[in-house]
């Protein structure tokens, strides 16, 4: 059964320095909220994996979080690059940044694994690609009964997962749709996993194209109203598109950027500056 | 009516696309294009986003490949390991639009990085879908703002597969796809020659020399011998895409 | 796109002799009209697969109409045994039926490597026992990154998958909801597809739990109300338990199954006579 | 109150889950007594069926794996390659509750043939999901009724792994699950041996003998030195039995 706590207790009882974190969520549903609160309690040389790192991991990665990232994709999307992510791949700047990449197919393929309580999987991919020599975790796999040579990758299994899902009900089942991405893998591939909700419920009514996640497979939900913001939470939110803008000029900037997690951790405002004003 | 060389180069990729064909679309520039398709004269095209949407159908450009607008409009919305394990993997899918940062002669593309890839001069965004829809598509369209930065002799890193270093190189390799069949730029459309698979210019856009081409392009550039020229966008053309863009923002 | 036809000439189009055809449904949604139709159309040396032959397949077999069966769990259920299963394997009447028999786990895998374009899947399955001695297609493979042995099954593509759904749209777009089975990997997997539904209808409205399968990915839709009957169609029909129990008597013995065979090649009547009268 | 040596197996077997555990159901036996369990002492007991059901509620007994009842009182409906590979494999199911038409003395079970595979003097129905099931839950339960039939010195067909040749030989095979560590039959209950894991009499039910025992065990029975007795069904585990079949006609 899911406990259900605050989010600055899930984030300390969940998340420790040097684990292996994935905060999930493919555009839809990101869980920023949980985020800003791992910066804000100051953990440091995590693993941090997504398929598609945006604005929540260059925070992260810019707070000095991270001491490594497992990705594919790593950018502002809409908006062009994340700059504390370039700053520390380019500059090692708070900090190096090893990075072990891969492609979406294969993230998700590796989540897929990890769920699955297999140690590979198997997909057609990378084949010519440069990323097979950069990786080291991308290997051959032969076909037993027909010989054709294919592509493993190994399983990803988080010590934490954290997604963002629009309900839960006060027993813990989760319930979320939309665009699920692969948050429904990393949940179950992970050893431990958060999820952040709009709101707690009597019931889950059903929904079409929703998922429901059974509170014996998360550990603890955290309401959190907003907690995807600037992302978006179908039926609840609207994308914030100014504040993915907003964030170009501060990420840009190691002052301003500095500026933006003193506020963050010492006023707990995550609010960015933008054209459209404060976000 | 005047027009930018952007909107030409997002209607010559529009005009690419007809019937019902199946398109996995990379957002940006292909998703622009894809979705003039739609809206002018290929209503029945399958738009599929890697975010899990299948034949979304929006009427405004999507802000990012997750716009819930996607999974609003679509016939089916699918979770990402699904949507690379059972609709693109298998070969479902007819064209696979991409963009690049960087392209080669060969159409090899890099999305990764600019120098060397362990210190680089400019970290790129990453491989996101693209090599695997690279390889399964039937045929691969890029549409790509061309200059001598994005039209390079060699890629830096080979983020997704197009033909290597020519002809044969795929077929090697056990690729199932033709790979990039089709090339659309701000300049004009590039396909790669029969023989040796390497991209030449076929068709210049409206107003646009064959000079201004080479000096866009990092390699001898080949020239089809009955090059084509781009018509210019219509008015209705015109007036779909920009109309689009206007319900964007 | 999907083309609509009648189930005799979608039948007549998509079934020839010798193919390998799947007529999936666990439980739900079993497609039997169309096995029927098979029946009627006199197709000769077919391997059938499916998870769970029952009925259909148990009148399928003794009509003479297999060669080979492809399965994990063959019965009545809820009644007992498939008596013309039996009869072929343990007498081979009407004729010799080969096996291929694997578990659960080990089909619904083989249905998703199909539906994903690869040779093979992998699984934890079949450690200790028989069945990896008896099935040829159940083999070891090693894990590249950790050196453990896993167990490895070759994909299914039947040449014609046959499912039964709830709707479809007139553009040929199918939706099904309750309990899914393997229907959608099964479809997926195979060259050509059919698909009977209780109605076409004019727009397919959202139902919490649908799957929709895209036009573009199903050969031929037929309208046949009732199509699963014994079977059901949540939120349509309710399953005909006492059509499973009159089946018993008339399978168990070769003359009534003629004579069965018999009212539904010539008459096209499908019914039973059990305890609670004809069905 | 009088009942039937089946109603004291379905009781017994009910009696022995608990709490919130999550079990796997088999339909028939398993199923009778894990819906006993679920209206009686145990409400919270999170029952899964093959078919794709996470936490069915269902008010009489389902009349197959497939019965609609499962998926319309469900947590959650998901697709039957999800059910084995996201939920059975990764270990996340505590007890899987499975029949048998063999079982031997090592708690291997036989649901395959009766006889020579390729020559059977009986054709069963086959695995189903239970050679996974048996695999990979944290323990599995088997609930049959007892002869010399179905308790057999050795099963004609290893269909479902249970402790092979003895204690050991899991853990040599890699398998993650405990295997079988209570087998409740009409007659009794068994359990195995700590040290060999031959199945032992641990218990027998109410108004049975040794001798009927053992005359219903085609092996040398090991009875346990502390020999219990089950307490016959309650007035009230009687009724909640009889409803739930009642409500199933």
């Not at chain 1, 260059?58 to 504390?84: M, T």
Request: hydrophobic residues 40%.
């Amino acid at each position: 059964m899911a406990e259900i706590a605050t989010l600055a207790d899930a984030v300390g009882e969940l998340v420790g320095d040097g684990d292996v974190v994935a905060l999930e969520g493919f555009t839809h549903l990101i869980p920023t909220a949980a985020g800003h609160e791992i910066i804000r309690q100051g953990r440091r040389d995590l693993t941090l994996v997504r398929m598609t790192p945006d604005i929540v991991y260059d925070q992260l990665i810019g707070a000095g979080c991270a001491r490594k990232l497992v990705f594919s994709w790593g950018g502002n999307p809409g908006v062009g690059s994340l700059h504390r992510f370039r700053d520390a791949v380019e500059n090692g700047w708070p900090r190096a940044l090893e990075i072990e990449e891969h492609s979406h197919a294969g993230m998700a393929n590796r989540y897929v694994a990890g769920a699955s309580g297999l140690p590979f999987a198997v997909l057609r991919g990378y084949v010519g690609t440069d990323l097979a020599s950069v990786t080291e975790s991308i290997k051959p796999i032969t076909c037993p009964f027909t010989g054709e040579v294919l592509t493993a990758v190994p399983a990803l299994n988080p010590d934490v997962t954290v997604v963002h899902a629009q309900r839960a009900d006060r027993r813990g089942n989760v319930q979320l749709w939309g665009l699920l991405g692969v948050q429904k893998e990393a949940v179950l591939a992970a050893r431990r996993s958060l999820v952040t909700v709009e709101e707690i419920v009597d019931e889950l009514t059903p929904v079409p194209g929703a998922v429901v996640l059974p509170s014996w497979a998360v550990t603890v939900v955290a309401e959190v109203p907003g907690g995807a913001h600037p992302s978006y939470a179908q039926g609840y939110s609207e994308r914030d598109n100014a504040y993915y803008a907003a964030w170009d000029a501060i990420s840009r900037d190691r002052d301003e950027f500095g500026a933006w997690v003193g506020r963050l951790t010492r006023e707990g405002s995550a609010r960015v500056t933008g054209k459209g004003g404060e976000r | 009516m005047s027009y930018t060389s952007d909107e030409m180069m997002a209607v010559a990729a529009a005009r690419a696309l007809s019937g019902r064909q199946r398109v996995f679309v990379g957002i940006g520039l292909p998703s622009t294009a894809a979705n003039l398709a739609r809206r002018t004269h290929a209503p029945d095209l399958v738009l599929v986003y890697e975010s899990g949407t299948l034949g979304s159908k929006p009427d405004r450009l999507p802000a990012s490949i997750g716009d819930g607008i996607l999974a609003e409009t679509a016939d089916a919305v699918i979770s990402v390991p699904e949507v690379f394990n059972y609709w693109l993997q298998p070969g479902r899918i007819d064209i696979g639009f991409l963009g690049a940062a960087q392209l080669d002669r060969f159409g090899n593309i890099n999305t990764t990085v600019v120098g060397d890839y362990t210190a680089p001069k400019v970290r790129l965004p990453g491989a996101g879908g693209a090599p695997e829809i690279a390889a399964s598509c039937r045929e691969v369209y890029v549409v790509v703002r061309q200059s001598r930065r994005s039209f390079v002799e060699r890629v830096d890193f080979v983020t997704s597969f197009g033909h290597g270093t020519g002809r044969g190189d795929r077929e090697r390799l056990g690729l199932r796809g033709a790979g990039p069949t089709l090339v659309i730029t701000d300049l004009g459309v590039f396909r790669p020659d029969a023989g040796t698979a390497e991209l030449v210019l076929t068709d210049l856009h409206e107003g646009v020399s064959l000079d201004d081409v080479r000096a866009a392009t990092g390699w001898d550039l080949k020239v089809a011998p009955d090059l084509g020229r781009t018509r210019p966008p219509t008015a209705d053309e015109l007036a779909a895409l920009r109309a689009l863009k206007e319900a964007s923002k």
